[in-house]
């Protein structure tokens, strides 16, 4: 993965987060229910911090390492590497318009490996987060 792509990658896919759960925040009837409750969604130089009542979530760029980087205030840390897509790819792989498809996912055996970021935002904060 060369750097300017995954700058491209990580910009889309913290971009999207920020996106889905600004809308979270808004409290719409219609939205999907949270296991948490969010106080404040934040992107600044290069991190994205997420604020709720159990606790504070950050998610950041490594670029050196190509990676993002998860720090939750439930599982603790998660490295996630971007695995690019098969040729076709799946529907429900992430990357946006003009990006190549694949996944954020933890590589690290005996934690969580193989698991998505979709997967661990989902799954701790609530199904209305939307990574790509």
Not at 69 to 89: F, H, M
């Amino acid at each position: 993965l060369e750097l300017n792509q995954f700058h491209a990658l990580a910009n889309y896919t913290l971009d999207h987060i920020l996106f889905s759960l600004e809308a979270l925040c808004d409290l719409s009837p219609d939205m999907p229910p949270t296991n948490v409750e969010l106080s404040d969604v934040e992107f600044s130089a290069d991190v994205l911090t997420i604020t709720t009542d159990r606790g504070i979530w950050l998610l950041n760029k490594q670029p050196p390492n190509r990676q993002l980087w998860l720090s939750s205030p439930i599982s603790g840390p998660r490295r996630l590497d971007w695995i690019a897509a098969a040729e076709g790819g799946e529907k429900d792989e992430e990357g946006g318009e003009g990006l190549p498809r694949g996944r954020w996912v933890c590589l690290r055996k005996g934690d969580g490996y193989g698991a998505r970021l979709g997967e661990y935002l989902k799954r701790e904060i609530g199904e209305g987060v939307e990574v790509g």
